[in-house]
């Protein structure tokens, strides 16, 4: 192209579009606008799916004046709604940090998980079921608190050990994740080889459920959840720099550092808060964001908000099929995720390719 | 004393690797506004090590660097950012952003996270883009387009970023031969419309004679040579850097020294 | 030479009744060896009247004392805890995996498995040369038979027989109770527990076969084996009677566990917890092949109908 070619070029089209100044408000705009109408409706139509069939007609008078049959009443609003709007939590939890994850470590492949916190949260659980089972019935209701605390243990060990490492970079963190990881693993299955009676329990713990969802736990996990993802939105413009390169986002004046032990404690916090009441749902942190990018562009202002949305609508899906495939027993829903989640991912891929 | 005519002072930098092998021992050196200092010397001399302690990534074991009369190692990284920018040898991005999309995190240093980037920002980004020809790849996916375009980008980038000090690490590497003095030719603009003032790290010892007002000889971590193209590049300076005697010509234009092979 | 020959065959004779009047009478050395067929299709021959036995589950454990035979077991698991006697017999450990090594410096002659865990330490014992004899009840009449073969492999088979006929004749008392009762008046019953995780016995399992027995409607008739549900499944079903079994340790905590029950979102309009009918039970009564199922089926009965 000729020197002539691009004077004529930049004098014609607007300054407005070139630069996509309104571009990127305008499309967060949108896309929150579309998110949470999805959200909406989609929860509305898994709230028919269930044990009991439910047809949209019993809904809308259910929500309109209540109804005369108290079971099912209580179904819905005591059983069902909580599994969906703590699936649409967890969901948009788990999309958000591992695409801040990703961002982090400029590693498509990090999910929520890889930095050693779900693994913690495992071993605190394991550990309160077995305890459950040996002291009979004191332990029992306290399993998330079991869970949140091994949570923050491991979060305390990945952040010591990443310190001791002195090249100031992602890798260490990685390591120190990873490692810790391999370690509470190892753990996990001892206590797992040892439990007789306990080992049921533990595994279906640790395949993710929502099936336990109820308004107290919601209550629990909704603040940490919703002020985390926001503290993470918040980022966007430095997640952004960041995949340029650590030394190009110095040299930007990001202190690199410091975004990523802030944004490793953030979303290790909320995926702790999130991860001890469900368990460890697989597969949507790390594909999550990836379809984010597909469709709305790697801008972390668009994309974080984008995930979350996603997230929560993918995972309700799911766990949709997870309770009624096989009525009334329940295929765990991190098998679903991933059988559902790969194919799609795999679509979404070549169609972009094209 | 302030001094108003240097944009850089380092004064007894050393330089080294966690009490390893010293890197960069005694540099010593003033850089006036306005010019366009080349640092040459063989692989391994410490260049681009050079390059990552005057950005402020690296910090000094012993001495002392000044940036317009501040000491450049006290400053935070948001304000050294508003100052220098670096154009870098590797240009390798995670997600595919879109060209411009590059080229706006130039205004990172100036933009409020909360409201993201003015209309000023854009016009500033797109102003650079133009200067160094890059404005029609703007749309085009970061990953998809050559390294060399890839380049002219993050120049672009670097330009958006109002820098007073410009760094270059082998920039022109991957540029074909119109565009290595197309580019050259607007960082000489810059130095005079704008008052920048830049450092560049060259391989090309020809090339740096030619786009450098002095030189910078660098040889395993200590100046060998600081000076005009034609003190710095002479048989025995690059015989003694490089180990091979070179045959040096006069540009025919320009005057400085050149070297055949 | 012909009176001789006589002579003989006459003693002969005379000997063969005396024999079989030896054979019938004593059980020590004319029984032995016998071949059994186990639970798991394995012919085992028993040389002799075993006098050192190990069992590798609770359920033999509890067999052997019920037929009175604790005096010849030498070893039992960690988990052998009914009844108190247990405590004082050397254990070997866990029920999976077996320490072989223990096993064998106890020098059994007849070791009690169980297939379910243990099948790979099973062949590994045969090989050893040692008399195995897996055991996997799955009903009320599977366990009977155990303890008869149990009996008869110990030269105790009247006893076994007894045993059993006081048994059935319990659960036919129970059963005849049962048949009165029209199915319409039968509750509907769910087992639960105290865990987040909400697990639950289907068809196919011990405790459902129980409920059926004691004139009870299990509402996880329709799923097979123990299986996970979750708390939706339980309130469409609405249940009257729930019945929480745990281990005799926490059996003091009861109005704990009703409260908590009780207290549980989405479950307020169920029968059983609007009327409390919130039974807690000793969980070994039902879990274990034992004779103390007939216990745990007459408990049942009495909270169904009583």
Not at chain 1, 115 to 135: D, K, P, W
Request: aromatic share 8%; with cysteine; glycine share 8%.
């Amino acid at each position: 192209m000729g020197s002539n070619c691009y004077m004529e070029f930049s004098m014609n089209k607007p300054l407005v579009e070139i630069a996509g100044y309104t571009n990127w408000r305008k499309k967060l705009i949108l896309m929150l606008l579309v998110g949470s109408l999805s959200i909406l409706v989609v929860s509305l139509i898994c709230l028919n799916f269930g044990v009991v069939p439910i047809n949209p007609k019993d809904i809308i008078s259910l929500l309109l004046n209540g109804t005369q049959d108290k079971t099912k009443n209580l179904i819905i609003w005591q059983l069902r709604a909580p599994r969906i709007v703590l699936g649409v939590i967890t969901g948009a939890a788990l999309s958000t940090v591992g695409g801040a994850f990703q961002g982090i470590l400029r590693n498509p492949l990090a999910d929520p998980y890889i930095l050693g916190v779900s693994a913690g949260a495992a071993l605190g659980a394991c550990i309160g079921i077995a305890l459950q089972h040996a002291t009979g019935y004191l332990f029992a209701s306290y399993l998330p608190l079991f869970a949140f605390i091994g949570a923050m243990f491991s979060l305390y060990l990945v952040y010591q050990s990443s310190k001791i490492s002195y090249s100031a970079n992602s890798t260490g963190l990685l390591l120190a994740g990873v490692a810790i990881t391999f370690l509470f693993s190892a753990l996990i299955t001892i206590l797992l080889a040892i439990s007789r009676k306990e080992l049921q329990s533990m595994v279906f713990w640790l395949m993710g459920d929502l099936s336990a969802a109820n308004w107290k736990k919601i209550s629990i996990i909704t603040l940490p959840a919703i002020i985390g993802c926001l503290l993470l939105f918040f980022s966007s413009l430095d997640l952004n720099a960041l995949s340029l390169g650590e030394e190009e986002a110095l040299h930007l004046g990001i202190n690199t550092g410091k975004l990523r032990i802030r944004i490793f404690l953030i979303g290790s916090i909320i995926i702790a808060s999130v991860v001890s009441f469900t368990g460890l749902i697989g597969f949507v942190g790390l594909v999550i964001p990836h379809i984010a990018r597909l469709l709305v562009g790697p801008d972390h202002r668009i994309m974080l908000p984008a995930s979350a949305f996603l997230g929560g609508i993918f995972l309700i899906l799911c766990d949709v099929l997870a309770r009624t495939v096989i009525a009334p027993t329940e295929i765990p829903i991190g098998a679903i995720t991933a059988i559902v989640g790969a194919p799609l991912f795999i679509y979404l891929l070549r169609r972009k390719n094209k | 004393m302030a001094d108003n005519h240097n944009v850089l002072t380092l004064k007894g930098v050393h330089f080294s690797y966690n009490n390893n092998r010293e890197i960069l021992s005694d540099i010593n050196f003033h850089l006036p506004k306005g010019e366009l200092l080349g640092i040459i010397g063989p692989n391994g001399s410490g260049k681009t090590t050079l390059l990552k302690v005057i950005s402020g990534i690296l910090k000094p074991k012993k001495g002392e660097i000044s940036l317009l009369n501040q000491n450049l190692n006290k400053l935070p990284i948001e304000q050294i950012a508003k100052f220098i920018s670096v154009v870098p040898q590797d240009t390798w991005v995670t997600f595919n952003f879109k060209a411009k999309e590059v080229v706006f995190m130039g205004r990172l240093p100036y933009v409020s996270r909360l409201r993201g980037e003015t209309l000023e920002d854009y016009q500033i980004s797109r102003e650079a883009m133009e200067k160094t020809h890059s404005l029609s790849l703007a749309e085009n996916n970061i990953q998809e387009i050559s390294g060399g375009e890839r380049q002219r980008i993050f120049m672009a980038k670097a330009l958006a970023q109002t820098p007073q000090l410009l760094l270059l690490d082998e920039f022109t590497s991957h540029l074909d031969l119109n565009y290595k003095y197309e580019m050259l030719n607007l960082l000489k603009r810059a130095l005079k419309e704008e008052g920048l003032t830049i450092i560049s790290v060259f391989h090309d010892l020809n090339l740096a004679s030619i786009a450098s007002h002095r030189l910078l000889l660098l040889n395993e971590g200590k100046i060998e040579k600081i000076g005009l193209p034609q003190e710095v590049l002479t048989e025995e300076m690059i015989q003694k850097a490089y180990g091979v005697r070179p045959i040096l010509i006069n540009h025919p234009r320009l005057k400085v020294p050149q070297v055949i092979m | 030479m012909k009176i001789f020959k006589k002579s003989i065959l006459i003693f002969i004779f005379l000997l063969f009744p005396l024999n079989l009047f030896l054979l019938m009478g004593s059980s020590i050395t004319v029984n032995y060896p016998l071949t059994i067929i186990d639970d798991t299709g394995t012919a085992v021959t028993i040389p002799q009247e075993p006098q050192r036995i190990i069992s590798t589950a609770p359920s033999n454990t509890e067999i052997l004392f019920a037929l009175g035979l604790q005096k010849k077991i030498v070893g039992i698991t960690n988990y052998c805890n009914f009844p108190e006697e247990t405590k004082n017999i050397e254990k070997i450990g866990e029920m999976t995996p077996l320490n072989l090594e223990k096993i064998i410096s106890l020098y059994p002659d007849l070791i009690l498995a169980y297939p379910g865990l243990q099948l790979k330490e099973i062949q590994r014992l045969r090989e050893l040369g040692l008399s195995v004899i897996a055991l996997d009840p799955l009903t009320l009449e599977d366990t009977f038979k155990s303890v008869k073969m149990i009996a008869n492999i110990c030269g105790i088979s009247e006893k076994g027989s007894l045993l059993v006929d006081n048994l059935t004749q319990r659960v036919n008392i129970i059963k005849s109770k049962v048949l009165k009762i029209p199915i319409s008046v039968r509750p509907k019953i769910f087992v639960g527990s105290t865990f987040e995780t909400i697990f639950t016995p289907g068809a196919g399992t011990l405790f459902h076969e129980l409920i059926t027995l004691a004139g009870g409607e299990n509402i996880a008739a329709g799923l097979s084996f123990w299986k996970k549900v979750s708390p939706e499944f339980v309130a469409q079903a609405e249940p009257d009677i729930i019945i929480v079994p745990v281990g005799a340790m926490n059996q003091g905590e009861e109005s704990k566990i009703k409260r908590d029950l009780s207290q549980h979102p989405g479950w307020s309009n169920i029968p059983a917890i609007k009327n409390q009918k919130i039974f807690i039970v000793n969980e070994d009564l039902f879990y274990r092949a034992v004779p103390r199922l007939v216990d745990g089926l007459e408990l049942l009965y009495g909270i169904f109908y009583e």
